[in-house]
DNA sequence: TTCCCTAACCCAAACGTTTGGGCCAAACGT
DNA sequence: ACGTTTGGCCCAAACGTTTGGGTTAGGGAA
């Protein structure tokens, strides 16, 4: 394209130039150390290689994905690429392929199972070598039959059965909320869930929750909700009209988490004094917001690297472990001791 | 990769399948409709598109690109994915790109001239047949050179020299947000511009500015700053620590408001009774804030779908014209009217 | 009956790479 | 002096498509 008028610059428009043949233009630059090395010699590398980087060479990914059978190419399916929470994960993933000279080609399934396989399908069609999906479903046969299929794919952010994926340890990032509202004398408390067919969110309400059950506390209340901003004001308005409303609200997600706060205001509580609410994932707006927002922290981008380097291992015929990255608390603002008055 | 075992697919397993010249399944399936008619008989036509389906045949991109010289791919470079922004005006060109068959391949730029050349090759080592800017930058010579070279592209949501481009109408987009607060009011304030090498920043500033100065009042004081949240807080802190601070602030960008929102609460200020604040581009989260923000809207997803679509009416041929889309006010509770008590 | 037409195919080349196998001449070993 | 190595290169096939141009057989017109 940078050349319309001026052809392609191929191989072959190289070798003839120089008076060589193409396949040993083709050796020299892009053979292996040792062939290259044996296809030219010293002198008659350099000029090739001078020409080529004069003339702008670049490998018809074309010409040699024909060849090789290898595109150079990975998928990778997100629900939305608008939540901020994939975006991040994916520039991740992009990130590590670039270095391993691999190119990305993203899709939204809009969390439909429908769109899913039609996007995969359309992913496979440009013959990528592997897939990366961030938005697994544990309700959806799939994956499974992907993997039947013999599809290659890692998991990234949400786990589903037994396929291999790159995930923050949800249930402990559950614990450390509860343990933190809970160390702030809360133990009426609600959960905003979000999906429950995601395991994110499963796993930081299983793990909230299940430290509250350990304590002999009363299990909080479970609200799920769409993982955004307007699924997490209604479900929080649902949980506000309650005349014996919870002293704090454990949202697994940021963006639910504004929008409780949203609702909070609306019933006309102050967030972080008469009521505290905590959400999941620590995007760079909790910190910055109005009343910062105590958050879960995980690495969403080095997810996503540890995704991308995950599936490179899995292509090239090793075995993989699924990895679960530790969250860790970050308190803000949003979140205080519990006063009496607020009851 | 479907079928690691089964072999691939091809127009040759098909053919040898039936009996017939690999030809003549190519016509049958992929020619024009005409060609497609007198290749084969309505018989011969329909065992072969009944074969092809059971098999999953998916024509190989490699083997028709190389043949046709068509990629049938994109390129989008935006600043970063991560900014909700560029997310969702590259899901918007995303979804026209799939309309019309093609495939898109995004990278980001970080508003780096050194890696948006970087990542510009890349693309173009893919082969993409236009590309897409969403990162343009008033300053950098790179368009410019580009286009020199035959590039074919267009950009989106920022303008550069006389480009084609589809944004939104930043000049009117300033003004309006200038007429809402002056008929609020507000005659002291100030502009949190973005960065400067952006047209968008630029161009609502300037539209603001100059509706101040149209009225004959004292000019809107401006600071530069980056489009996220830290930047606005910080440019924000910049404003409010003067002793006459302005009574409403206009931040181009919702995230840049978001951190100025912060900003006024740490002076103890209450948004939208003691100062008013006001973004731009109407995210999604604008509405939904606690103290929900005022903002202008803009078309982001459907500037996408129209800048794929001027792409390939430049690819194939036609010239073009650059599209300014109209921005709507959404007027919300963080501006109000002014009260002198909050002088 | 002869000629032409058309429907329904087949043939072959080309796109740009990669790669296993030549081939030749010069250098080396004995 | 003669065989062997080896450095330095060339040959050719193959990957899957597309597409301009055959070729054949049967049917219709004259």
Redesign the pocket.
């Known amino acids: 394209m940078a050349e319309s008028k001026a052809?392609?610059?191929?191989?072959?428009?190289?070798?003839d130039q120089l008076?060589?043949?193409?396949?040993?233009?083709?050796?020299v630059?892009?053979?292996?150390a040792d062939?290259g090395?044996?296809?030219?010699?010293?002198?008659?590398?350099t000029r090739i290689r001078r020409l080529a980087q004069e003339l702008g060479?670049?490998?018809?990914p074309?010409?040699?994905?024909?060849?090789?059978?290898r595109s150079k190419l990975v998928g990778v399916l997100v629900p939305r690429l608008s939540d901020l929470v994939l975006a991040m994960i994916y520039e991740g993933i992009d990130e590590a392929a670039g270095e391993l000279g691999l190119t990305t080609i993203t899709a939204n399934s809009r969390d439909d199972d429908k769109t899913r396989r039609v996007r995969t399908k359309m992913l496979l069609a440009r013959r990528v070598e592997g897939l990366i999906f961030g938005d697994a479903s544990l309700d959806s046969g799939f994956l499974d039959e992907l993997a039947a299929d013999g599809g290659k794919f890692v998991l990234v952010n949400r786990r589903a059965g037994e396929h291999p994926s790159v995930t923050a340890d949800d249930l402990l990032g559950g614990r450390l909320a509860a343990e933190h509202l809970l160390g702030l004398g809360h133990t009426d408390v609600a959960v905003i869930a979000g999906e429950p067919y995601a395991s994110t969110g499963a796993d930081r309400t299983a793990g909230f929750v299940g430290l509250y059950r350990d304590r002999g506390l009363p299990a909080p209340r479970v609200v799920h909700s769409p993982f955004d901003t307007a699924g997490g004001r209604l479900a929080a308005e649902r949980l506000l009209a309650d005349p014996n409303r919870p002293t704090a609200i454990f949202a697994v997600n940021d963006f639910a988490a504004i929008g409780a706060m949203g609702a909070a205001r609306d019933h006309g509580l102050t967030v972080g004094t008469d009521i505290s609410i905590m959400g999941y994932n620590d995007t760079p707006l909790a910190a910055e917001l109005p009343v910062p927002l105590t958050s879960v922290s995980v690495p969403m981008r080095d997810m996503g690297r540890r995704a991308l380097q995950m599936l490179t291992r899995l292509l090239f015929g090793g075995e993989v472990r699924s990895e679960r990255l530790p969250p860790v608390l970050a308190a803000r603002a949003s979140t205080a001791r519990i006063r009496p008055a607020a009851l």
């Open positions: 052809r392609q610059v191929t191989l072959r428009s190289i070798a008076g060589l043949h193409v396949s040993t233009v083709s050796r630059l892009n053979g292996r062939d090395a044996r296809a030219a010699s010293g002198d008659t590398a060479y670049q490998p018809d074309h010409g040699s994905g024909l060849r090789t059978g």
